[in-house]
Nanobody, 122 residues
Framework: QVQLLESGGGLVQAGDSLRLSCAAS????????MGWFRQAPGKEREFVAA?????IYATSVKGRFTISRDNAKDTLYLQMNSLKPEDTAVYYCAVDRGRYYPVMYSYEYDYWGQGTQVTVSS
């Protein structure tokens, strides 16, 4: 049974940093594309970053966020720097077991975590 558990969210001020973690179990973590998505209140879930051989980022976070993974620990990370109020959202990690390269389409990802709240005050 695949399980993804996010942690590391919280309330921070604009300009601060946070590191999110996603602990995976029930799958051969190193094989698969992993991604981060986020959903703000009243908005659709949107792509943030993904990694699987190469890494891709949403334009809105490129240069501020860094996705990484520790395959020995079956853990995915998202380092978020220079946070802005518009980064406020629930952040989800997800796994795409169907391809060997990362994509930004949420429908391609087949397992999701429960999410962790990130709130950035101005």
């Amino acid at each position: 049974q695949v399980q993804l558990l996010e942690s590391g969210g919280g309330l921070v001020q604009a300009g601060d940093s946070l590191r999110l973690s996603c602990a995976a179990s029930g799958l051969t973590f190193s094989r698969y594309v992993m991604g981060w998505f986020r959903q703000a209140p009243g908005k659709e879930r949107e792509f943030v970053a993904a990694t699987g051989g190469v890494t891709i980022y949403a334009t809105s976070v490129k240069g501020r966020f860094t996705i990484s993974r520790d395959n020995a620990k079956d853990t995915l990370y998202l380092q978020m720097n220079s946070l802005k109020p518009e980064d406020t959202a629930v952040y989800y990690c997800a796994v795409d077991r169907g391809r060997y390269y990362p994509v930004m389409y949420s429908y391609e990802y087949d397992y999701w975590g429960q999410g962790t709240q990130v709130t950035v005050s101005s």
